[in-house]
Every structure is written in structure tokens, then in C-alpha cells.
């Protein structure tokens, strides 16, 4: 067995503080001579579980418990028999502590009328008739466990074992002298979206598995972290950094992280954070310099999946969408183009009338194009009518030319005004559209440059990524491995043959309840 050191950190999240609610998440960590335990729980957050907080610390207490005792009595711990007796015995643990809790403090008025108050308050119908159900159920004090629903991740290393039991979300991560990191425990498909297996359901999900290789570190933690780093990449880096620090830093490093997630909480999920681990120090130290190279390599995935994922920040979509917007800005502008030239010549034909006109006027000494003259002219016929009456047809015939000429020239001079407006308007609208149009041209080019760009960055990311991953490899193998003595064999162990017989099926999924179970740990040769 390796020298393990263990750690165990806890704070309560951001939105808790601003919404004062209590902290829901535990974590605890143990070390020994015979083995070593990391172990988180994580209380639901949904209003009908008001005592999940509560919920989490005896979930903590039953699965330390009975994998003390499982491994004490268990020497054959392959054996399916014992793996399925694990599960139902933390489940009875953790219900009998349940229960022992609510005869001791029963509901209180004001947590059920807190419950009624969040049922009053809910929007949505589905959630506010399930509150409603749990209320009427805890009234009679029945089902009384579900308010102490909660998650359970546990990790025991042990005479060269690794086993994990899993039990709703979070995430268990591990690290091996290999390089090479991964979440060994299978996944939940009963976990999706704000659904999760629970203690408090009577089949919880449980998950028991032994890891197929020794770690020289192993993470347990809540979803609080899994929703500030994701599941993947960042994830993995955020526990290389953790290992980094504890190689440089020692055991004082575990005072430094719990300082630092009450940061994380804000800036992440706003959630209560909780994170469980245990590490072979003289390892981490051995590997360092490979999982700083390690960390730096992570950090250039990271990097090159951002860009797979949203090319540079540059979507086939938006860049599409802006080539659109471009092109039709381009159109806009044309036919605007089209449409003042046709103005322009419009206008030049009623200026060529208009001058026309005038020259007309001029020849024959009219005064028509000017309102006060036509005025004068107008009364001076009409006194000329009076006193040549036999001029007066003429000069009727006169009057009624120079008004038709007076109208259609007014007329004229009314449509050139409009024109000019229309021209200045369309000049006006024509300057706009070739300065959208600039815009939009500078907006699709810069994005084709930043795709371009975001191209080139992927192609050397992944120069720089295969490089590194040698360089890695390299230093992986010029370490000297002096712990591999200390590591059993597992072509030569039984306990690992078993395991391996095992099939997944039969592991995970045998019924948890078979009649061929017996209330204690056997000890099988």
C-alpha cells in the first residue's frame, strides 16, 4: 500500500450567504496504517429538503462507518456477494440514522410553514405540486427521510485497493504515475439536468467500483465544483494544480484551498463547494515537474477545444450571417444608387423646362415666373380692360395665358422644391448606406481575419499539444519508479483476478435485495 495523506475541505456557497441558507455540503478524510478515506456529500438544494444539510452529515457518518467495517472483516473485497452488501448496509445506515434523528427533533412548526411559504411562491406548476405532496406526507410524519435527501461520493485505499462508492452527481477524478487521469467510477444514467439519484430514494443509484489501477491521487467533490470547471479538461487541470501545490507546498497547502473556495463559489456556480482527497506526497513530489508540464499541456487543450467548439469565437453561422447582412446592404445600396441617378435626371429635365420658361418670359417682356409682378401685370390688364373695351377680348385671352403660364410655372417651381428635398433626403440616405455598408464590409472581414486567425491558433495548438505530450512521455519515463516494489502485482493477486471476472453487469446492476445476502461482511478465502 502506498503512504497516503488525505484532505478535506468545505464552504458554503455564495448563493447560500445572499439567501441565508445553511451549508449543504460536507466533506471528511481519514488516514491510518489499514487504509485511507476521502468522503463528500451533498445535500439537495429544492426547498422540500430542508434538512438535507443535516442529511449529508450522517451520510458521511453511515459510509464511514460501514467501510471501516467492510474493510476490517472483508478479505475477499472482489466478491460480488460483499459489494452488493456494501450498498444496502450504507443504505440502511444512513436511514436508521435518519430516523433516530427525526424521533429525537421531529419537524418543526417553522420548517413546515417555511415549505408552504416556497410552495406559495412557486411559478412553476410541476415543482409546486411536489412540494405540496412532500408537505401533506411530512404533516402525517411520513416519508420523513426525503427532507434529508443527499448525494455521497466516498473513495478507501486499502492493502493496494482502490474502491469508490458513488452515489447522485459530483464527480470523482484520479491520477496515476502514468501521466494519465480519468473519473473511474461509472456515470449515473439516472443523473440528468436537476435530476439526481438520492439517499433518500429506496433504490439510490449506488455505484461500487474498484479501480483497475493504484493512484497516486484521488478527488472527491460535490457539483459545486463540476458546475465551475465542467466535467472535462478544466476540470482535470483545477486537480493538477491542487496536486502541483501539494508537491510544493505540503500538507499547509489544505489551509490555502479552503481559503480560496469562497472565491471560486462567487466567480463559479454560487454553489457550496466541498472537495475530498488523498495523495502520495512523495509521488507528487516525484512527478511535479511532469504534471507542471502536464498542467501547462491542459491548458493549451482547454484552449484548443474553445476553438473547436466556437471557431475563435467565430460561428459558421455568425460569419455566414454577416456575408448576408453585407451582401444585402451591398443591394440596398444600388438600387438607392439607381434610383438617384433617376432622380437627378428627372430634376434636370424640370430645371430645362423651368429655363425654358423663362427664357419665354424674357423674349416676350412677361414677368410670370415672379408672383408680385404677375400681380401688377394682372391688375394693370384689368384697368386696361375697363378702359379699351374693345380690347377686351384680347386682353381677357392675355389674362388667361398668363395665369395658365403663372400655374404651370408655380406648378413646376413646386415640383423642383420637392425634387431637391427628394434628392437631399436620397443623398443623405445614399451617404448612410455606403457607410453601413463600409461598416459591414470591415465587420465580415474582421470575423473572416479572426476565423482565419482562431484556424492558425488550432493548427499550432495542436503542434504544441503532440510536442508537449512527448515531452511528457519522456519524463515520465526517465523518472525512476523505486514504489513500484511496494505496488502488489496484479497478475499475481487473486483479489484483482476476481475483480476482473467480474462483469460490469453483474457489478453494478445485480439486484441490491437478493435473498442469498447475509447481514454481515463474510470473509471468504
Known amino acids: ?40 456529500s451533498d445535500g439537495h438544494g429544492s426547498p422540500q429538503y430542508f434538512r438535507s444539510d443535516r442529511g449529508s ?24 456477494k460483499n459489494q452488493l452488501l456494501l450498498k444496502k448496509k450504507i443504505k440502511e445506515k444512513w436511514d436508521s440514522l435518519v430516523i433516530d434523528d427525526y424521533m429525537n427533533h421531529p419537524f418543526t412548526d417553522e420548517e413546515l410553514n417555511t415549505l408552504e411559504e416556497n410552495i406559495n411562491h412557486e411559478e412553476d406548476t410541476r415543482a409546486k405540486q411536489k412540494m405540496t405532496d412532500y408537505l401533506s406526507v411530512y404533516r402525517l410524519g411520513q416519508n420523513v427521510r ?15 485497493y482502490t474502491l469508490g462508492i458513488h452515489i447522485g452527481d459530483g464527480t470523482c477524478a484520479a491520477f496515476y504515475p502514468d501521466g494519465s487521469c480519468d473519473q473511474p467510477i461509472p456515470e449515473d444514467p439516472h443523473n440528468m439536468a436537476n435530476t439526481t439519484s438520492s439517499l433518500s430514494n429506496d433504490n439510490t443509484g449506488c455505484r461500487v467500483h474498484f479501480f483497475a489501477r493504484e493512484p497516486m491521487a484521488v478527488f472527491v467533490a460535490s457539483d459545486g465544483i463540476d458546475d465551475s470547471f465542467g466535467v472535462g479538461e478544466m476540470l482535470y487541470n483545477f ?55 502536464m498542467h501547462e499541456c491542459g491548458k493549451l487543450r482547454i484552449r484548443l477545444n474553445y476553438l473547436t467548439d466556437t471557431s475563435g469565437g467565430v460561428s459558421d453561422y455568425s460569419l455566414e450571417a ?16 439607381k434610383e438617384l441617378n433617376r432622380l437627378k435626371r428627372e430634376l434636370k429635365k424640370i430645371h430645362d423646362a423651368l429655363l425654358s420658361m423663362q427664357m419665354e418670359a424674357i423674349r416676350k417682356g412677361t414677368h410670370y415666373h415672379d408672383p408680385h409682378k404677375i400681380a401688377d401685370e ?9 378702359s379699351l373695351r374693345y380690347e377686351l377680348q384680347k386682353t381677357s385671352d392675355t389674362i388667361h395665358s398668363l395665369e395658365q403660364k403663372a400655374q404651370r410655372y408655380q406648378a413646376q417651381n413646386q415640383k423642383e422644391q420637392i425634387c431637391i428635398q427628394n434628392e437631399a433626403s436620397l443623398i443623405e440616405k445614399v451617404r448612410q448606406l455606403e457607410e453601413d455598408v463600409r461598416i459591414k464590409e470591415q465587420r465580415y472581414y474582421e470575423l473572416k481575419a479572426k476565423r482565419q486567425q482562431a484556424d492558425e491558433e488550432m493548427r499550432q ?30 497478475k499475481d493477486s487473486p483479489a484483482h483476478t476476481d475483480t476482473q471476472s467480474l462483469k460490469p453487469s453483474e457489478q ?4 441490491e435485495n437478493s435473498d442469498s445476502e447475509t447481514d454481515d461482511f463474510e470473509s471468504v478465502s
Do not use: W
Open 1 to 40: 500500500m502506498r503512504t497516503y495523506k488525505v484532505f478535506n475541505v468545505d464552504e458554503r456557497g455564495y448563493s447560500h450567504v445572499l439567501n441565508n441558507l445553511p451549508k449543504q455540503d460536507h466533506s471528511y478524510s481519514e488516514v491510518c496504517d489499514d487504509y485511507a478515506l476521502a468522503v463528500v
Open 57 to 80: 452529515q450522517l451520510a458521511i457518518e453511515a459510509s464511514v462507518d460501514i467501510l471501516k467495517g467492510f474493510i476490517a472483516h472483508a478479505t475477499n473485497v472482489e466478491s460480488l
Open 146 to 160: 426525503k427532507a434529508y435527501g443527499c448525494t455521497l461520493i466516498a473513495i478507501a485505499c486499502f492493502r493496494g
Open 239 to 293: 486537480y493538477r494544480g491542487i496536486c502541483i501545490n501539494f508537491a510544493e507546498n505540503g500538507e499547509s497547502y489544505r489551509d490555502t484551498l479552503q481559503s480560496s473556495l469562497a472565491t471560486i463559489s462567487e466567480k463559479g456556480s454560487k454553489d457550496d463547494m466541498s472537495i475530498s482527497g488523498i495523495y502520495d506526497l512523495e509521488e507528487l513530489v516525484r512527478f511535479k515537474e511532469v504534471m507542471k508540464k
Open 322 to 337: 454577416a456575408k448576408k447582412s453585407l451582401d444585402r446592404a451591398q443591394t440596398e445600396q444600388i438600387q438607392s444608387e
Open 378 to 386: 394682372l391688375q394693370h390688364y384689368h384697368r386696361k380692360e375697363q
Open 461 to 490: 495548438l495542436i503542434e504544441q499539444i503532440s510536442l508537449q505530450e512527448i515531452e511528457i512521455q519522456n519524463m515520465i519515463r526517465a523518472i525512476s519508479q523505486p514504489s513500484d516494489n511496494q505496488k502488489p502485482h496484479e
Open 508 to 511: 453494478e446492476n445485480s439486484d
